[in-house]
């Protein structure tokens, strides 16, 4: 049930916190149907957080040296191969590479606004292998297409990870986002076992090293939101398949994009943590994917760990007292 302090239950987590008046909700919108895999925005996280190179050889198994969201891994872009036959081709109005499409063609700006700029008329598209993978000789369909998303932590309504903290290190801020400071946490990683999303991670590495045993996930760069700026992945992605801003209006944005996407024929494409009466009543970050989250690793109907918790402790209580009035009956049975 929804009310202050709840576990559960549609809120705006920043009121619910005890913030007075605060700042509209910020969060992030990843539409992974333009994510081209670059890996700007992991490296763009990386750098301005100060994190750690997670090594430089290719996992065997993807085109991917990071694998998962880890310590040091606060941005991570999933490639995901598929087989022909899935997917009926269709052109997800993935962007150019040349000149602005306004310069030379000024009619040729994207659909409603909706999406990054098509490219210019007679401009090369050299990404447009992205909308459908290779071609077969035989029937001129794509054989495989690739699924690219950049996960990140959800920023979760209901975040577990902060209501089984005990130090505090975890807090909910102003603009409803969850962040660990540091050096108030002591390590003992009951963030790791709670997040659903399975986020959140200690450091590991030599004594002494930064943040070493410390729990380690994206702030959403409090940093540059609390200063007007965007946070550094959104900032570096170039096809704005990250985006930032008011959740309200990213929100409202992801409805108008998923609906053209299914216009025009992608019948996967769907939202994932945008809906308040989901297990973790909604996230701050959520995305638009075209395919099952399983497909890019992601639980396809996550709860928040802590939800049963009141419940839990209010049956532990009757129980209790229910104990001690069986112990105080029997007593006074036996006096008599
Ligand atoms: S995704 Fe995990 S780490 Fe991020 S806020 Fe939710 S519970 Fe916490
Ligand atoms: S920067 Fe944007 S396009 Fe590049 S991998 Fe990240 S989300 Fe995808």
New binding site residues.
Partial sequence: MAGRNSLFGPVDPAQDAGYEAPPARKGFFTDTSVCIGCKACEVACKEWNLLPDDGFDLLGSSYDNTGALGANTWRHVAFVEQPAGRVAPVSLGMPGVGPPAGALAPSGASAGGLGPPAPAEGAPNLLEALDGGTETEGDGHPDFRWLMSSNV????TH????DVCPTGA?FRTEFGT?VVQDDVCNGCGY?VA???????ERRKGPAGARNVGIAQ??TLCYDRIGDGLEPACAKACPTESIQYGDLDELRERADARVRRLQDEGVEGARLYGHDPHDG?SG??AFFLLLDEPEVYGLPPDPV?TTRDLPQMFNRAGMAGLALLAGAALSFLGGRR
């Fill in positions: 932590c959800k920023h979760c975040a577990a990870c902060l975890l969850v963030c709670a997040c659903p999303f399975g986020v959140i996930k994206c973790v996230t701050g928040v």
